[in-house]
């Protein structure tokens, strides 16, 4: 991020409230905008019509904000929210809305994460297990290894007794293309610990309102 440049400057001067400030690397953009504008070519396209001129910087930009998850480090955004607590209990926090790219196909696939876990001696501020889920979702993914990289990263760094994640997501590669079915809807789950049990996976299954698990 380059506070310094007088245009950014400007902005922040004149904004009445909250402001956001999208930023992109440029080098990434000439890059990916130069291989958009030769997909446009190649699927038929005229790149030169009004509707298409500004599209390849478009497409670039869309594609840096989707995969940005890249840029953030799990770990560090638990680590500095974790607090000592002798609090046991399950901890849930359901309905995160996921939006990630399937890595076969760069298509979308998006919808719900419930996550939970049981403290041992650490806590994390709320906030940070949608952002940690949001760290993971923000590349190329399989939901697969989605659901299993969020359960590892909250059972390594808070240790826990025990850690669930279940996720239930579209993917528009089979409703768009391929077998084309519309309304089927994918979930995987993972779970560590405690959670192994039935009765508490039980528990965290009923908590969240599902019965297909
Ligand atoms: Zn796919």
Partial sequence: MNTNDPNDMREENNMDGYL??????????TSLSNAYLQVLKDIGEDSNREGLLKTPERV??????????????????LHSA?????????VIVKDIEIYSLCEHHILPFF?????????????VGLSKIPRVVEAYARRLQVQERLTTQIRDC??????????????EAHHLCM?????????????????????ENDRTRSEFISLIGKRFI
Wanted: charged fraction near 25%.
């Fill in 175 to 195: 409703q768009m293309r391929g077998i084309q079915k519309q309304n089927s809807v994918t979930t995987t789950s993972a779970f560590h610990g405690e959670f």
């Fill in 82 to 90: 974790r607090f000592r607590e002798d609090y046991q209990q399950m």
């Fill in 60 to 77: 670039a930009k869309a594609m840096q904000f989707l995969t940005h998850g890249y840029d953030l480090d799990p770990t560090e955004i």
């Fill in 20 to 29: 956001k400030i999208d930023k992109y690397n440029p080098e990434k953009i």
């Fill in 154 to 167: 909250i059972q390594e760094t808070l240790k826990p007794l025990g850690v669930a994640v279940v996720i």
């Fill in 111 to 123: 919808g719900k994460a419930h996550v939970a876990y049981i403290p041992d001696k650490y806590i």
